[in-house]
DNA sequence: GTCTAATACCTAAATCACTTAGGTAATAAG
DNA sequence: CTTATTACCTAAGTGATTTAGGTATTAGAC
């Protein structure tokens, strides 16, 4: 687990980006997926992660489609257009700032 | 310049690391060496730098030596061997976290 | 069979680093 | 003599995230 104050400002990032690459997801299934994709370091909190999803879906960057699954509720998010957009400059602009804390902090990010 | 929400979290290892890496420094210097060093593009501002050097201080990392310039006030900052172990945890932590980041967002970040 | 862990959604108060917005004062430049 | 820069500082406000709750279904262990 990494200290969790690098995170900030990253979760509308990864969430962005993750359902950008893998399609469709519910809530649970990308905290599940970003721990697996971070081998364990990231475990977004539900906390922040629904608050987050209903914000990026208000904002028109993802749209849902609710599906039951047997008497249990799944809520499915899919990037939209916009979203694409928003993402690819979010990700170009995350690798800028890693760049720069390179140069900061005097070390090669490899 | 970045979106500064990124920047969280990092400013005390920016810190921490400029003096470690320049020796004895005053507030007003470490900003304009960051700038520097970012190319301009992380502009600390006094309002967060002051209370982490305060902060950073108090915790033992940093020691303190006030000089009179003139008739102007330095306080000049230099990192103790405790802030010195303390960076060099802080700086592979946050390496550590770009690793991971890379693995996340699927870029590479060199 | 029932108890716990995992799945699956959610909200709201509290936290805390940081921004914003002040304040003081010396020096340099025009 | 007026503005920009240097140089320190504090404190209220902000806002993303944590913490701490709540509801309910499903699977596995004992």
Redesign the interface.
């Known amino acids: 687990m ?2 969790p ?6 979760l509308q ?2 969430v962005l ?2 359902l950008k ?1 893998h399609g469709k997801m519910y809530g649970y299934e990308i905290t599940q997926r ?1 721990k697996e ?3 364990g ?2 475990l977004l909190t539900e906390g922040a992660l629904y608050p987050t999803l209903h914000r990026l879906e208000g904002e028109g960057l993802l749209k849902t489609e609710t599906v039951m699954f047997g008497k249990r509720v799944r809520k499915y998010y899919t990037i939209t257009t916009e979203g694409k957009a928003s993402v690819k400059e979010r ?1 170009s ?9 390179g ?8």
Chains 1, 2 share one sequence.
């Open positions: 990494h200290s104050e690098l995170l900030k400002g990253t990032t990864i980006k993750v690459d970003v994709l971070s081998l370091s990231i990700v602009e995350f690798v800028d700032f890693i760049k720069t804390m140069n900061v902090l005097q070390v090669e990010m490899n």
